[in-house]
């Protein structure tokens, strides 16, 4: 009797293993594991429709307020969480965000990496011509300036010509983006600090280690809303840029990306999510 029990169970057991083992179906009748850069890709009720693909959104999650990881709560949150979290419900996706580095990032930019390991990469990245023989970008999403980002208590200076016209003063930011290139058209590579990523580049501003850091002006409003009692943004912008979403040359999934972006620009959801990063009181 024993043995009969055994193997009932264990009958019962390999059923519900291999159950559980079957990919899930989405309503459209595609893998929901198959990721969206392989799917099918249809339309339904003259929306395209992803047909439940997961789509693997590349993060950094070191830039605030676009992808950061919450010092509270230890959750991985920020503007492109938001976007694509509301995206996928318009075109019949599922997130996957995948952190990776900034690095990883400008090797696709600069058709030395692969989308093998994502679909879409998000992380503030500036829409630029050179950028654009290597990938492909979405619309853009937000329009954004380079600025300044001092210590709350600066006095010395409080335009960019002010801070360039001061060779004792050294200024930060992340190596291999637009923000690098605007302080070295500024003040020159000698006065320039590079870092890895924002956090750190923000954290030396803190410290003293530098007297400014370049960043664009949506993530500096990120930084000085964590940052309030520390930190400030000065002056006129250097330069204004448009930022948008890259994917690979010829990717099929720009037109559905870009039309669940405009849908959400169209209904005020673009907005909302706006003012909840970046307006600050």
């Known amino acids: 009797m024993k043995l009969r029990i055994s193997l009932v169970a264990l009958s019962t057991f390999l059923v519900l293993l291999l159950a559980a083992c079957q990919p899930v179906q989405s309503p459209g009748g595609t893998t929901a594991s198959v990721p969206c850069n392989e799917a099918e890709i249809s339309e339904t009720d003259g929306k395209p429709d992803l047909n439940g693909c997961v789509l693997r959104i590349a993060v950094e999650n070191a830039y605030q307020p676009f992808n950061f990881i919450d010092t509270e709560t230890g959750e991985a949150v920020g503007y492109d969480y938001d976007i694509f979290n509301d995206l996928c419900t318009r075109i019949n996706c599922q997130p996957e965000f995948i952190e990776t580095s900034w690095d990883a990032m400008v090797a696709v930019m600069g058709g030395e990496g692969s989308f093998d390991t994502f679909d879409v990469g998000a992380d503030g990245i500036t829409i630029t011509e050179e950028r654009a023989q290597n990938v492909d970008f979405t619309i853009p ?80 409003i990120g930084y000085v809303g964590v940052n309030a009692d520390s930190l400030k943004l000065t002056g006129e912008p250097v330069q204004s840029e448009e930022l948008g979403f890259i994917l690979g040359k010829g990717s099929p999934l720009v037109t559905p990306i870009n039309w669940g972006l405009e849908d959400m620009s169209a209904d005020g959801t673009i907005d909302t999510l706006y003012e909840k990063w970046f307006v600050t009181e």
Do not use: K, W
């Not at 600090?193 to 530098?210: H, K, R, W």
């Open 141 to 220: 999403y937000i329009t954004s300036s380079q600025v300044l980002l001092v210590r709350v208590d600066e006095d010395r200076f409080v335009e960019p010509a002010d801070f360039a016209a001061d060779p004792e003063l050294l200024i930060g930011t992340q190596l291999g983006t637009t923000n690098y290139d605007a302080a070295v058209a500024l003040v020159g590579e000698e006065r320039v600090v590079a870092y890895d990523q924002f956090g750190p580049a923000v954290q030396a501003l803190i410290n003293g280690d530098v007297d400014a850091v370049m960043i664009d002006n949506v993530a500096g």
